[in-house]
């Protein structure tokens, strides 16, 4: 699963890729090094950056200026490849959170992944990550009481204010927008309104796979690319979110909805 996800081409076509992409320094028109689903290295140029936290097997490695060749032309790649920078997985945001001096909590509820709370001088936040999104809880301290590090997170989301953000179709990395929230939260900031307007769509297909579902063309060479770069490589289908997956020829199956 990646948040980011990197549209590519390759120099002997025009077509697009999703791809999985682990940096926040990347733009239009950066040439990269991909790692297919068959494993094989190729140069390659972004043509667009999305946030849909999608399963996609190929992977950007590196910038192609960071790798190198050896003496038979084969692609070398720097050390620690794939390269991850910046915010752009649960692991750095989580790591981000802690550094800010956010508590990580125990979960009952299997809704999330994880949780972490903050007190500052008035109230009680939350910040609870799941799978496809993540959602932020204010509650007053005089009802809540202090923190207990490491204690469960107990509340329901009817208590205090609440807003869910879903991480798909973000117009900005939400994992960075949490991050603001924190700090804001830490220096006891009294307007925190603008972190509680929903970001992103619960439904991780674009609009462009909305309108092939309506038709479920099982002829379309782009779903075929599509599912050859979400596929596992056993032939399944391959899962999009939101009930919707892709066949082995590019059709789209419409189940669960």
Not at 217 to 242: K, R
Request: net charge positive; proline share 4%; aromatic share 12%.
């Amino acid at each position: 699963m990646s948040y980011i996800i990197a549209f590519v081409y390759f120099s002997e076509s025009s077509k697009e890729f999703p791809v999985q992409c682990f940096r926040t320094d990347l733009k239009a028109g950066d040439e990269v090094i991909v790692r297919r689903k068959d494993g094989k290295l190729r140069f390659a140029r972004i043509a667009q950056l999305r946030y849909l936290n999608w399963d996609c097997n190929g992977r950007i490695e590196c910038r192609r200026q960071e790798a190198a060749l050896d003496y038979s032309g084969n692609i070398v790649l720097p050390k620690k490849s794939p390269v991850h920078i910046g915010v752009s997985t649960p692991y750095a945001f989580a790591k981000s959170l802690k550094d800010l001096g956010w508590m990580s909590c125990k979960l009952r509820n299997k809704m999330y992944r994880a949780a972490f709370a903050k007190t500052n001088n008035a109230n009680v936040a939350y910040i609870l990550h799941r799978k496809n999104g993540i959602d932020l809880q204010i509650i007053s301290k005089s009802e809540h009481g202090e923190v207990i590090p490491y204690g469960f997170y107990d509340k329901t989301l009817h208590d205090g204010e609440v807003v869910r953000h879903s991480l798909p179709h973000t117009k900005f990395n939400l994992f960075e927008g949490v991050l603001r929230f924190a700090k804001s939260f830490n220096s006891n900031e009294e307007d925190l309104s603008r972190y509680f307007v929903p970001q992103g769509s619960a439904d991780k297909r674009t609009d462009e796979l909305k309108n092939k579902t309506k038709k479920l063309d099982p002829y379309n060479n782009e779903m075929q690319d599509i599912y050859d770069a979400c596929s596992d490589g056993t032939g399944g289908p391959a899962y999009l979110g939101d009930g919707i997956w892709v066949g082995s020829g590019g059709e789209l199956h419409d189940w669960g909805r």
